[in-house]
Every structure is written in structure tokens, then in C-alpha cells.
């Protein structure tokens, strides 16, 4: 019987839904050697990390622009 978990896209950020542009994901999915990932150097202190919730934490990365806590961008 399922249990109603989502399914995590590790290719998109769980905050905003946008690509998170992991380069560890990507690197997993095609197997080509990335570069160091953005996240390395980014400051993760402006991030609503408390917006994410519990089922959805360590499954996919956030993306750059939650990560440094800018707006999310409109959809028109």
C-alpha cells in the first residue's frame, strides 16, 4: 500500500521547484566528471532552510537562489 511520499527530482531545488544545478547529481546521472559545485562556495547563512520540510531534507539540493535567500523569480 503506498504511503503517500513524493517522489524527489534530486535535479530540482524542493524550496522553488527550479533546477538546482547540482554538479554532483549531474555528474551521478551521467557519469562525466563535474566541477566542484557551486555550493562549495556559497554562504548558506541567508537560506530558509527552516521552509524545507522534514520528509524533504538530504534527498535534493536546493538551488543558488534560495540558497542565498534572494526572491524566487516570478512565473508568468
Known sequence: ???GTA???ATRCPLCGGP???AMEIERETGRTQP???CMQVDFSN???????DE?????CICMRCATGAAPQRQD
Open 20 to 22: 538546482n544545478r547540482c
Open 1 to 3: 500500500m503506498a504511503t
Open 47 to 53: 537560506a530558509p532552510l527552516t521552509n524545507l520540510p
Open 56 to 60: 524533504m531534507r538530504g534527498l535534493a
Open 7 to 9: 517522489v524527489i527530482d
Open 36 to 38: 566542484p559545485c557551486w
